[in-house]
Nanobody, 125 residues
Framework: QVQMVESGGGLVQPGGSLRLSCVAS????????VGWYHQAPGKRRELVAR???????NYADSVKGRFTISRDNAKNTVFLQMNSLKPEDTAVYYC???????????????????WGQGTEVTVSS
């Protein structure tokens, strides 16, 4: 079974930085596109940034120029570097693997839509 685990959240002052990590574990052959989402209290979960296996990225307008998504394919890990944080960035941040190809019974299988448990980010003075 594949699991996604986020870490790196915490309390930071406005203008500060945090680096979130998302590690996928299991008998993984290939971790395909991964997105970071955030969900503020009472609001919908929204895509913040996305990266393909090959490294192509896209960002929500609200974080362009401040956040950077990257990945280490050898370690099945995706990062979100968040700079110049604002109070409106306060939310729970989740990573989502759109699909994962993994070893199962001597062959490869692909499953879709894996979520982590989330890591909380609070931006406040």
């Amino acid at each position: 079974q594949v699991q996604m685990v986020e870490s790196g959240g915490g309390l930071v002052q406005p203008g500060g930085s945090l680096r979130l990590s998302c590690v996928a574990s299991g008998s993984i052959f290939r971790l395909n596109a991964v997105g970071w989402y955030h969900q503020a209290p009472g609001k919908r979960r929204e895509l913040v940034a996305r990266i393909t296996w090959g490294g192509s990225t896209n960002y929500a307008d609200s974080v362009k120029g401040r956040f950077t998504i990257s990945r280490d394919n050898a370690k099945n890990t995706v990062f979100l570097q968040m700079n110049s944080l604002k109070p409106e960035d306060t939310a729970v941040y989740y990573c989502n693997a759109e699909s994962v190809t993994y070893y199962r019974g001597g062959s490869l299988a692909t499953d879709y839509d894996y979520w982590g448990q989330g890591t909380e980010v609070t931006v406040s003075s």
